[in-house]
Structures are given as C-alpha cells and as structure tokens.
C-alpha cells in the first residue's frame, strides 16, 4: 500500500516561492553572463550618425537685373586676341538691348588698369565693325559680343600692360559684373582694346524626337 505525504505539495511551492524571491533579489550585475539565459532587459544602443549626402550644387544664380554675362572664352592667333562675351537672359520677361558691352579691364587685385575701349575693332582687326542693331531677347536667349585686342609692344620704354580680369556690363550705366577673361588681357603698351556690338547669338535647333518603330506583327498560324 503507498503513502503519500500531504505535507510535500506545500514544501514544494514553498520552495519555489524562495528560489523566485531570490532570483529576484539578484544584483543586476549578474544578470547577462556567460551561462544565462538570453537577457529581455531593454539593450541601450547608440544613434547613427547623419549620412552624408550627395552634394548637391546651388541653384542658378540670377541679377535682379535678370541678365548674366559670362566668357565663351579666348583665341590667340599672331598676337591677335579675341575673348568672347555672352549674356543671357536669366529672368522671366524680354530684356531689349542696344549697343555696345561697357567694360573695364582690371589687374590681379582688381583695381582699373587706365586703357581706351574701342567700340568696334576698326583700329585693331577688320570684321567685327557692324553696327548696333536693336535685339529683343526673350528668357533663355542669349546676346554675344567679342572682345579684340593685340599683344603688341610699340615702345620698348613704356611698360606692357597685363590685365586679369573683366568688368562687364550690358551697356553703360548699367550694373556690371566681373568676368573671368580665360588668360591674361595682354594688350602690351598698344593702350587699348576694342569690343564689338551685341548681336543675338544663333539659338541651335532642339533635335526632334523620333517615334520608336512599331514591333513586327506576326501573321496568324493558319493551324488555328
């Protein structure tokens, strides 16, 4: 015949309840070793850092002028120099424009270097001494004028003269900007350089898209 001891259910849960009592009791120190169970204590991790981003360049600026001059840059050929001007119009309504840039030749700290601007180039290459005509130029079209001088020393006595930079505007009175000349405005001891007039640059003709050929039909299977 078998036994058994009412007594043991109730040591038993006493002795569970002091195994808990005391788990809970345990410093935290010790929770998380090598030997224990996988911890649910909420871990502390540490933010990433911001991504660096492409760069991304600054929107186009534009003068509240609503015009921006720029170089086309520069030839050389026999001492002959030719830098070519662009100005565009940057804004949203026309900009009309007559005449000749106004412009101003400065040295390596900017300061005006004294020379004679001539409008035309009569005195110092033919070809480029059409007249000013009137030109209306709705946003995004563009005006160009050139820029002729010559490296030439007439005068082993009077020191040659090297411009670094150009002071442009669309035409006298009118705010200017400086532009990046592409080299030196090497005019020598001549004194002076010549400009021609604004004419509307040729807007180059956009390329007409072309419909994609349509696929081969294939003739029905008479088997069908």
Same mark, same amino acid.
């Given at each position: 015949?078998?036994?058994?001891?009412?007594?043991?259910?109730?040591?038993? #849960?006493?002795?569970?309840?002091m195994v808990l009592a005391l788990?809970?009791?345990?410093?935290?120190?010790?929770?998380?070793?090598?030997?224990?169970?996988?911890?649910?204590?909420?871990?502390?991790?540490?933010?990433?850092?911001?991504?660096?981003?492409?760069?991304? #360049? /600054?929107?186009?600026?534009?003068?509240?002028?609503?015009?921006? !001059?720029?170089? @086309?840059?520069?030839?050389?050929?026999?001492?002959?120099?030719?830098?070519?001007?662009?100005?565009?119009?940057?804004?949203? @309504?026309?900009?009309? !424009?007559?005449?000749?840039?106004?412009?101003?030749?400065?040295?390596?700290?900017?300061?005006?270097?004294?020379? @004679?601007?001539?409008?035309?180039?009569?005195? *110092?290459?033919?070809?480029?001494?059409?007249?000013?005509?009137?030109?209306?130029?709705?946003?995004?079209?563009?005006?160009?004028?050139?820029?002729?001088?010559?490296?030439?020393?007439?005068?082993?006595?009077?020191?040659?003269?090297?411009?670094?930079?150009?002071?442009?505007?669309?035409?006298?009175?009118?705010?200017?900007?400086?532009?990046?000349?592409?080299?030196?405005?090497?005019?020598?001891?001549?004194?002076? *350089?010549?400009? #021609?007039?604004?004419?509307?640059?040729?807007?180059? #003709?956009?390329?007409?898209?072309?419909? %994609?050929?349509?696929? %081969?039909?294939?003739? /029905?299977?008479? @088997?069908?």
């Open positions: 015949m078998i036994y058994r001891d009412a007594a043991a259910p109730r040591r038993a #849960s006493v002795a569970i309840a788990a809970a009791c345990a410093p935290a120190d010790h929770r998380g070793q090598a030997g224990d169970g996988p911890s649910t204590a909420p871990q502390l991790t540490s933010m990433p850092g911001p991504t660096p981003s492409a760069y991304v #360049s /600054p929107p186009f600026w534009c003068p509240e002028s609503g015009v921006r !001059i720029r170089s @086309r840059g520069s030839d050389a050929a026999m001492g002959l120099r030719a830098l070519g001007l662009e100005l565009v119009n940057c804004g949203d @309504r026309p900009y009309r !424009i007559k005449g000749y840039p106004a412009l101003r030749v400065l040295d390596e700290d900017r300061k005006p270097i004294i020379l @004679r601007v001539l409008p035309g180039a009569k005195e *110092i290459t033919p070809g480029f001494d059409q007249p000013p005509l009137q030109i209306t130029l709705q946003a995004g079209e563009r005006a160009v004028a050139t820029v002729l001088w010559r490296n030439l020393v007439t005068d082993a006595t009077v020191p040659a003269t090297n411009g670094e930079y150009l002071r442009v505007a669309p035409a006298a009175g009118q705010p200017a900007e400086d532009v990046d000349p592409d080299g030196p405005v090497d005019v020598g001891n001549t004194g002076r *350089i010549g400009v #021609s007039a604004w004419k509307k640059a040729e807007q180059p #003709s956009a390329p007409v898209p072309t419909r %994609p050929a349509p696929l %081969p039909v294939s003739p /029905p299977d008479s @088997r069908l």
